[in-house]
């Protein structure tokens, strides 16, 4: 793998040509049909492989430098523990009891594919069930805990991008004073509210359950599992909430009803909601700076190096700075 890098220059996924899509999943006894359908993914590299006989796979591979082995197969560990309770999600498929392989230098896993369509997270009943299987999620997420995979922290998710941008130039000279200011008082609020919200359990997570991540297929099917992670379990639950203040609080209700069906539910949490989303924005931010020199980044986020786009990122988090200075959401049980 050094000498394949050494020899070119470019970036690792350059090599990962569909031959090799299709000769990983050869090596593992697979017949293909030569059909290859590139899957939306930037983070990795996602292909779905026609087989000869039975049903498409997915092989996901994984960018290289991110997790460690050890990481990765604790996600794999993970989902398969969630499946084997009966809930909807996509474990890694084995082969002689192994679910991480390597080909040509990537490490990579193979998934069977699975259909279903986004879901209304806004309606009642969506909101019951995905939150009754999130509950199921966390009764089990709380069993034990991660030993290798991240774990949610506003030096991570907020201080760390900051910095990277701002130590890289990413921002525009006549924007960088502001951007400094808005995000050092959002990472003070940030702190402030990690302070309300007192001493919350840290459980295994999805890490990124958007609905973008959840397929509806008579009910929740949770997908890609990559960025789970150990974290507060409001952060599986704040995405799914969208609308004003009037909707937002009876979606709460709605999604923490049921979720408390099956675990209980600490209210302090609801203290991190605007915390974690300014987190979220400032880190979507970094990843996008930090992964630039992928070409499929460039070609995909081409507005990311315009001045409009800095100008709209800190009217964004003088729009979420005010948010964080209203009173956090209530529920009771």
Known sequence: MENDETSDPGHPFERLQPERVLEAAEALGMVTDGRLLPLNSYENRVWQIGLEDGDPV???FYRPGRWSNESILEEHAFTAELAATGLSVVAPLAFENHTL???????????????????????????????RALGRMHAVGRTKAFAHRASISIETLGLGPRDWLLANNWIPMHLESAF?????????????????????????LHGDCHPGNILWRDGPHFVDLDDCRSGPAVQDLWMLIS?????????WGWLLDAYSTFCDFDPRELNLVEALRALRMIHYQGWLAQRWDDPAFPQAFPWFEDERHW????????EQLSE??????TWHR
């Open 243 to 251: 609308g004003d203040v009037h909707d937002r609080e009876q979606q």
């Open 324 to 329: 964080m200075q209203e009173a956090a959401v």
């Open 180 to 204: 400094r200011t808005l995000t050092d008082d959002l990472l003070a609020h940030v702190t402030n509210a990690w302070a309300r919200a007192g001493d919350f359990s840290r459980i295994r």
């Open 58 to 60: 997915i092989a996901k």
């Open 101 to 131: 392989h390597e080909h040509a230098g990537f490490r990579y896993a193979l998934f069977p594919r699975q259909g279903g369509h986004a879901p209304e997270p806004a309606d009642k009943d969506t909101l019951v069930r995905i939150g």
């Open 311 to 318: 100008e709209t990122v800190v009217g964004q988090l003088r």
